[in-house]
C-alpha cells in the first residue's frame, strides 16, 4: 500500500451521525486523494488536494467534507447529509500536484463503512 | 463524456492458464492508460502505464498493449496464478483538465483463478 495509510478498515454508522475517516501518508507526497468505489463501478472522485491548505471538489462532493492541514494528512468527513454513505472508501496520493495526468497515484488499504 | 468500459465484468479460469481482459475508451484527448490490480478489500496497485506511443508494455506474467486509433487496451496474463485472483481497473488519463474529469476509471474485471 505504498506508505498510506487508512483507518479504521471497517466504520459502522447510525444513520444521522457524522464519521470521519482518517487518511495518512509518509510518501511525501504534494496531492492526496479520495474516492468511492461501489460494486461494479469505476473509482469517483470525491475531493483532491494538490497542496496543503488547498483542496477542490471532485465529481460527487455533496455531503463530505476535508481538510489539509497537514502534508502528510487528508481526513475525509462523512456527514449526515451524504444520501447514500455505504460504500468502500479510498485515499491516494502522487508526488506532484501539478502533473495529475502522468503521475501515479498509491493508494490506502481503504476503509468500508457502513451504515445501519 | 469520457468513458471507460471493462470486458468480461467477472471471468472464471483454471490455474496455469491464460486470459485477456479488455478496456475499450473515448477519453480526449488522450495522455495514457493504466492497469490496475485490487485484491478484495485493499487499494489498486499499479500494474503497467503506456502513453500513446507505446503498443505493449510487460510486468512479469502481466502484458497490456495499447491500440490508441482504435482506442482500446487489452491485460494478458500468463500461466495464471491463485494470487492473480483479484480485480483489474482500467484507468485513463485525460491530457488537461481538472482533477475531477483528467482519470476515468473503468468498472474493473474481477479474475477468479480455481485449482
Known amino acids: 500500500d505504498g506508505g498510506i495509510t487508512q483507518s479504521p478498515k471497517y466504520l459502522f454508522r447510525k444513520e444521522g451521525q457524522n464519521v470521519t475517516l482518517s487518511c495518512e501518508q509518509n510518501l511525501n507526497h504534494d496531492a492526496m486523494y479520495w474516492y468511492r468505489q461501489d460494486p461494479g463501478q469505476g473509482l469517483r472522485l470525491i475531493y483532491y488536494s494538490q497542496i496543503v491548505n488547498d483542496f477542490q471538489k471532485g465529481d460527487i462532493a455533496e455531503g463530505y467534507s476535508v481538510s489539509r492541514e497537514k502534508k502528510e494528512s487528508f481526513p475525509l468527513t462523512v456527514t449526515s447529509a451524504q444520501k447514500n454513505p455505504t460504500a468502500f472508501y479510498l485515499c491516494?496520493?502522487?508526488?506532484?500536484?501539478?502533473?495529475?495526468?502522468?503521475?501515479?497515484?498509491?493508494f490506502g488499504p481503504g476503509t468500508r463503512l457502513t451504515v445501519l | 463524456k469520457n468513458q471507460v468500459e471493462q470486458s468480461p465484468q467477472s471471468l472464471i479460469i483454471l490455474e496455469g492458464k491464460n486470459c485477456t481482459l479488455q478496456?475499450?475508451?473515448?477519453?480526449?484527448?488522450?495522455?495514457?492508460l493504466r492497469w490496475y490490480k485490487q485484491d478484495t478489500g485493499r487499494g489498486p496497485v499499479s500494474l503497467t502505464i503506456?502513453?500513446?506511443?507505446?503498443n505493449t508494455k510487460s510486468n512479469g506474467r502481466y502484458t497490456a498493449t495499447l491500440d490508441a486509433d482504435t482506442k482500446q487496451s487489452s491485460l494478458h496474463i500468463t500461466a495464471s496464478q491463485l494470487s492473480d485472483s483479484a480485480s483489474y481497473i482500467c484507468v485513463v488519463s485525460a491530457l488537461r483538465g481538472n482533477a475531477g474529469n483528467m482519470l476515468t476509471f473503468g468498472g474493473g474485471t474481477r479474475l477468479m483463478v480455481k485449482p
Open positions: 491516494a496520493s502522487s508526488a506532484n500536484g501539478a502533473a495529475l495526468s502522468t503521475d501515479t497515484q498509491y
Open positions: 478496456c475499450n475508451y473515448t477519453v480526449s484527448p488522450f495522455s495514457n
Open positions: 503506456m502513453t500513446f506511443s507505446e
